[in-house]
Nanobody, 121 residues
Framework: QVQLVESGGGSVLAGGSLRLSCEASRSNLSDYAVGWFRQTPGKDREFVAVISRIGLSRHYADSVKGRFSISRDNAKNTAFLQMNSLKPEDTAIYYC??????????????WGPGTQVTVSS
């Protein structure tokens, strides 16, 4: 089984940037597509972005398209989410997940504990 842990969260002003990392252990991250999701209190976990195993395919939620960029470095067993032009609406706990390439949280098998991102205006 793969274990995941996120890092890089924090507090920024609107318009700022953060780079989240998702580091895998116990297994090769290259065996999995990696998705990023976010969640705020009272809301369902929301799809943000996904990248295929080798990184040839990427997809983004409309709400972050053009601002966020997903990438991975399989040699380092790590995936990334570069977040630019952040908005207060981006405030959430961000989770990375490993599994098959899809947009639904329920279809991912493995999850990190999450990292808080707070964007203030």
């Amino acid at each position: 089984q793969v274990q995941l842990v996120e890092s890089g969260g924090g507090s920024v002003l609107a318009g700022g940037s953060l780079r989240l990392s998702c580091e895998a252990s116990r297994s090769n991250l290259s065996d999995y597509a990696v998705g990023w999701f976010r969640q705020t209190p009272g809301k369902d976990r929301e799809f943000v972005a996904v990248i295929s195993r080798i990184g040839l395919s990427r997809h983004y939620a409309d709400s972050v398209k053009g601002r966020f960029s997903i990438s991975r470095d399989n040699a380092k067993n790590t995936a990334f989410l570069q977040m630019n032009s952040l908005k207060p609406e981006d405030t959430a706990i961000y989770y990375c997940a490993a599994g098959s390439y899809n947009f639904r949280a329920q279809n991912y098998d493995y999850w990190g504990p999450g990292t808080q991102v707070t964007v203030s205006s």
